[in-house]
């Protein structure tokens, strides 16, 4: 039993079908253009051939799930659209600020200030903070550039034959999307704080950082695959898997201590967990830098 997609018309010559409610979820700050809304299915029932079953069914007698396709689980087929998604996401946030960037660039390259210094023209972009963060994020966005570019070259392969990458591909995937986003988002955010007003106008790109919190939570929230690999992590530690830093070891010994002391109650070791949150998003950090450094070939 579960749940699964299925076909239906929502209206009738312009009427809802009875039992199906919508709701409008309102404006957003950005991405308008991606309609977002709440349907609620009361009491309603449909035939069996409204069933999208190309690859997996629903079994007539049992209820159960049939595969129609041999040897191809159903989250296998999710996870070929959740992984190209992923790479999609990391794709467009490092976009959003590479665009981002230029445009603030070419603004503070042209914008004259003044200077005590100089009676030559000084500009924006002279401003030491200003040409730190240019050149910070020249480095940060070309290495995870690569990155990405490294998981969709090894993963579209895959999507051609229709296979399911391995669990070492998977992982570097998710470690993509999560630092391309919270990369992007650290580095646009602060270079806001460096270029006054300009900020605020409506033409300088700023007004739609918001879609970066859109990229944060989608196609699998950054949160919950920091956890998933904080706690991948801790099991390889735990089985006596050898830590690739010193860090990560001393992050893994750390937590591993906390969730003794709860013992075997699952309540306990729930808590213990939630208590110690920041150590558990410090240890996923070192694991994501790890990752990168390996299929970067890094020393």
């Given at each position: 039993?579960g749940p699964?997609?299925?076909?239906?018309?929502?209206?009738?010559?312009?009427?809802?079908?009875?039992?199906?409610t919508v709701?409008d979820?309102?404006?957003k700050?950005?991405g308008?253009?991606l309609?977002n809304?709440?349907?609620?299915?009361?009491n309603?029932?449909?035939?069996r051939?409204?069933?999208?079953?190309?690859h997996?069914s629903?079994?007539?007698?049992?209820?159960?799930y049939a595969l129609?396709?041999?040897?191809?689980?159903?989250?296998?087929?999710?996870g070929q659209r959740?992984?190209s998604g992923r790479v999609?996401?990391?794709?467009a946030a490092?976009?959003?600020a590479r665009?981002?960037f230029r445009?603030?660039?070419a603004?503070?390259?042209d914008?004259?200030i003044w200077?005590?210094a100089?009676a030559e023209?000084s500009y924006?972009?002279?401003?030491?903070?200003?040409?730190a963060l240019?050149?910070?994020?020249?480095?940060?966005?070309?290495?995870?550039?690569?990155?990405?570019?490294?998981?969709?070259?090894?993963?579209?392969?895959l999507l051609?034959?229709?296979?399911?990458?391995?669990a070492q591909?998977?992982h570097?995937i998710?470690?993509?999307?999560?630092k391309a986003?919270?990369?992007?988002?650290?580095?646009?955010?602060?270079?806001k704080?460096?270029?006054?007003?300009?900020?605020?106008?409506?033409?300088?790109g700023f007004?739609h950082?918001d879609f970066l919190?859109?990229?944060k939570f989608?196609?699998g929230?950054s949160?919950i695959?920091?956890?998933?690999?904080?706690?991948d992590?801790?099991?390889v530690h735990a089985a006596g898997g050898?830590?690739s830093?010193?860090?990560?070891a001393?992050?893994?010994?750390?937590l591993a201590?906390?969730l003794?002391q709860?013992?075997?109650d699952?309540a306990?070791?729930?808590?213990?967990?939630?208590?110690?949150h920041?150590?558990v998003?410090?240890?996923a950090?070192s694991?994501i830098e790890?990752t990168?450094r390996?299929?970067?070939?890094?020393?």
């Amino acid at each position: 039993k579960g749940p699964h997609a299925f076909l239906i018309d929502l209206r009738a010559r312009g009427d809802l079908t009875p039992g199906v409610t919508v709701y409008d979820m309102g404006r957003k700050t950005t991405g308008n253009d991606l309609d977002n809304a709440a349907i609620h299915f009361d009491n309603v029932r449909i035939p069996r051939e409204a069933l999208l079953d190309r690859h997996c069914s629903v079994d007539e007698t049992s209820g159960q799930y049939a595969l129609t396709t041999p040897g191809l689980a159903p989250f296998a087929m999710i996870g070929q659209r959740l992984y190209s998604g992923r790479v999609a996401v990391a794709q467009a946030a490092l976009s959003y600020a590479r665009e981002l960037f230029r445009v603030t660039r070419a603004y503070a390259d042209d914008k004259p200030i003044w200077s005590a210094a100089t009676a030559e023209p000084s500009y924006l972009s002279k401003i030491p903070q200003l040409q730190a963060l240019f050149t910070e994020a020249d480095g940060s966005l070309e290495r995870l550039e690569r990155f990405v570019s490294r998981c969709e070259s090894e993963l579209t392969p895959l999507l051609h034959a229709g296979q399911p990458p391995d669990a070492q591909l998977a992982h570097a995937i998710a470690v993509a999307k999560v630092k391309a986003v919270e990369a992007a988002t650290d580095l646009c955010w602060r270079l806001k704080q460096e270029v006054g007003s300009y900020a605020l106008m409506e033409d300088s790109g700023f007004a739609h950082l918001d879609f970066l919190l859109c990229c944060k939570f989608a196609e699998g929230d950054s949160r919950i695959l920091m956890q998933k690999m904080a706690r991948d992590a801790l099991k390889v530690h735990a089985a006596g898997g050898h830590a690739s830093s010193a860090d990560e070891a001393s992050q893994c010994d750390k937590l591993a201590a906390a969730l003794r002391q709860a013992g075997k109650d699952k309540a306990a070791q729930a808590a213990a967990w939630d208590a110690h949150h920041t150590l558990v998003y410090e240890l996923a950090e070192s694991v994501i830098e790890r990752t990168m450094r390996e299929h970067l070939d890094e020393a």
